[in-house]
C-alpha cells in the first residue's frame, strides 16, 4: 500500500525559503521507474506541477520556477525534500506529493493529504 | 512549453452520459492522465495510458485520444462524480517537463 505524507511549515514570510518534506512508504526511490513529484494548487484555482525526482536522480522543474526550485531525495529515509525560494504571497497554496509510476508518460497515481502553506508577513 | 487547454464547466444530467476534453499538441505525442478532485481533497487517478482505470475506478469512466485532444467519458454520470476533472501529460516540445489542464468544474444536475 503506497502513502505520502507532506510536511512543512504552514506559514511563511515573503522573501523566506520554504522547505517542505515528503515522507513515503509502500515504494522504494531505488527502485528502476519510480518517481515522486510535487503539485500546487492555489485557493480555488488549478493544479500546477512543481518539480519531479526519479530513482536515478533525475530532476526536472517546472521552467517559470526552476530558478527557485531545488528537489532531492532521501533513499534510506524515504523523503522527498522540495525548497522554494524567495517566497510571496502568490504562492499560497497547497502543495502536494505525489508517486509517479511512470507509465506511458507522467502518471502521479498516488496523493499526499496535501499541506497549505500560507505566504504572509 | 505546452499548454493543455480544458472548458472550464460542464454540466450533465443524471444517469447521462459526459465527455470532458483535453487539448494539446503534446497530446499527440503523450496520453493523457485524469484526475477527479473533490472539495477539500487531494486528486484521484481515474484514467492513464490509451485507457486505463486504477483499481477501484468504476468502469463507467473511460478515456479516449484522437490527434490533439483526449477525452475522459462519463457513462451513466452519478451523483458523486460531480468534482472537477484534470488532465496532465508529458511537454511534447522536447523538454522534460509535466503539464496539467485549467480543470473542468463538472455539475451533475
Known amino acids: 500500500q503506497i502513502t505520502l505524507k507532506e510536511s512543512g511549515p504552514t506559514l511563511v514570510k515573503p522573501t523566506q525559503t520554504l522547505t517542505l518534506t515528503c515522507t513515503f512508504s509502500?515504494?522504494?526511490?531505488?527502485?528502476?521507474?519510480?518517481?515522486v513529484g510535487w503539485i500546487r494548487q492555489p485557493p480555488g484555482k488549478a493544479l500546477e506541477w512543481l518539480a519531479l525526482?526519479?530513482?536515478?536522480?533525475?530532476?526536472r522543474y517546472s521552467p517559470s520556477l526552476k530558478s527557485r526550485l531545488t528537489i532531492t531525495k532521501d533513499t534510506s529515509k524515504n523523503q522527498v525534500v522540495l525548497t522554494m525560494t524567495n517566497m510571496d504571497p502568490v504562492d499560497t497554496a497547497t502543495y502536494y506529493c505525489?508517486?509517479?509510476?511512470?507509465?506511458?508518460?507522467?502518471?502521479?497515481?498516488?496523493w499526499g493529504q496535501g499541506t497549505l502553506v500560507t505566504v504572509s508577513s | 512549453s505546452s499548454e493543455l487547454t480544458q472548458d472550464p464547466a460542464v454540466s450533465v444530467a443524471l444517469g447521462q452520459t459526459v465527455r470532458i476534453t483535453c487539448q494539446g499538441d503534446?497530446?499527440?505525442?503523450?496520453?493523457a492522465s485524469w484526475y477527479q478532485q473533490k472539495p477539500g481533497q487531494a486528486p484521484v487517478l481515474v484514467i492513464y495510458?490509451?485507457?486505463n482505470r486504477p483499481s477501484g475506478i468504476p468502469d463507467r469512466f473511460s478515456g479516449s485520444s484522437s490527434g490533439n485532444t483526449a477525452s475522459l467519458t462519463i457513462t451513466g454520470a452519478q451523483a458523486e462524480d460531480e468534482a472537477d476533472y484534470y488532465c496532465?501529460?508529458?511537454?511534447?516540445?522536447?523538454?522534460?517537463?509535466?503539464?496539467f489542464g485549467g480543470g473542468t468544474k463538472l455539475t451533475v444536475l
Open positions: 505525489a508517486h509517479d509510476r511512470a507509465v506511458a508518460g507522467t502518471v502521479f497515481d498516488y
Open positions: 509502500g515504494f522504494s526511490l531505488s527502485t528502476s521507474g519510480v518517481g
Open positions: 503534446s497530446l499527440r505525442s503523450y496520453y
Open positions: 495510458g490509451k485507457n
Open positions: 496532465n501529460s508529458r511537454d511534447s516540445s522536447g523538454n522534460p517537463w509535466v503539464v
Open positions: 525526482i526519479y530513482w536515478d536522480d533525475d530532476k
